[in-house]
């Protein structure tokens, strides 16, 4: 622990940095909404690029990996030496 940069435990030091500490969990929307509230961006009008619901996304991505099982079986057929 020799050389952190922070203060020894149980200090004066480390008392008065836990006391500038901004308290979490006190407030709802207001405290900590950091991941979730750039999550939920991604699902507002405002938000840049593409717009597509979540079942189009579901078929493509079913389809893609029917496209990709197709191609495997056609790869087995007709590359039989």
Do not use: E, W
Request: charged share 10%; hydrophobic share 45%; aromatic share 8%.
């Amino acid at each position: 622990m020799v050389g952190s940069g922070a203060p020894q435990r149980g200090s004066a030091a480390a008392a008065a940095s836990m006391r500038r500490r901004k308290p979490s969990g006190s407030g709802g929307a207001s405290g900590g909404g950091g991941a979730a509230g750039s999550m939920l961006q991604f699902y507002t009008d405002d938000a840049p690029g593409l717009k597509i619901s979540p079942n189009v996304v579901l078929v493509m991505s079913i389809g893609f990996i029917a496209f990709v099982a197709v191609l495997h079986v056609m790869g087995k057929l007709y590359f039989v030496k």
